[in-house]
């Protein structure tokens, strides 16, 4: 079974603040993805990374950078976090085309 | 236009019941598709993959219509662990990993 895990399930910060949101695969996955969840808005691609040191944006990078170092963990960080960025974020790994989603943290912006 | 759009629902059937959903795509040229279920506050979980005209798993069928640009979602005998939303994704046809996502189809199984 394919295991991905995030660092927090839930996790509160106050703006302005540098939050980072950990994410790790164990199936030796070449890509990763990193996307917000919102009510009516669906799933929204934030950065992902077909490779060690490599990412791409994805469809709303602002606001956020990422880290790939190794191959298994693929790091999301809000430079200066703000309340807009208030949401569920979903990690998620993939050999071919199918993705596999860590359990998401829930993080609040206060 | 969405790329990829969905009856939001929701959906409320008794257990034992068939219920279908469609979703439809706008990029032509999209090849694979997926339904992913999605339960409340948790992560969206692979349900089916659909590469060719369609493909079945247990009571669940998924089939594609390329002339028409829909992909359907069937269940049979529903139980009410079904209870979910059920989201429909397309692989972005310009674009090898990236997967463009419905907003989902809430389904409620009712005893």
């Known amino acids: 079974d394919v295991k991905v895990t995030q660092s927090s399930r839930y996790l509160v910060k106050r703006t302005g603040e540098k939050v980072f949101l950990e994410c790790v695969q164990d199936?030796?996955?070449?890509?990763m993805f990193w996307y917000r969840q919102d009510p009516g808005l669906g799933l929204r691609l934030i950065y992902f990374?077909?490779?060690?040191?490599?990412?791409e944006k994805g469809d709303i990078p602002e606001g956020y950078s990422v880290s790939r170092e190794k191959k298994e963990r693929f790091s999301l960080i809000l430079e200066s976090a703000s309340t807009n960025q208030t949401s569920m974020y979903l990690c998620?790994?993939?050999?071919?085309?199918?993705?596999?989603f860590g359990p998401g943290t829930r993080l609040t912006v206060t | 236009r969405k790329e990829v759009e969905q009856d939001p629902g929701p959906f409320n059937v008794p257990e034992g019941a068939t219920v279908a959903f469609n979703c439809t795509y706008s990029n032509s040229a999209s090849q694979s598709f997926f339904w992913y279920r999605q339960d409340c506050r948790k992560e969206p979980k692979l349900l089916m993959s659909v590469y060719s005209s369609g493909n079945e798993d247990g009571r669940f069928t998924a089939q594609l219509n390329r002339a028409s640009q829909y992909i359907s979602l069937l269940i049979r005998d529903s139980k009410l662990s079904d209870s979910a939303t059920y989201l429909c994704?397309?692989?972005?046809?310009?674009?090898?990993?990236?997967?463009?996502w419905g907003l989902g189809t809430s389904l409620g199984v009712n005893p």
């Open positions: 990374s077909y490779d060690v040191k490599m990412k």
């Open positions: 994704v397309a692989l972005n046809a310009g674009n090898n990993r990236k997967l463009i």
């Open positions: 998620a790994s993939s050999l071919s085309l199918e993705q596999y």
């Open positions: 199936m030796d996955h070449e890509n």
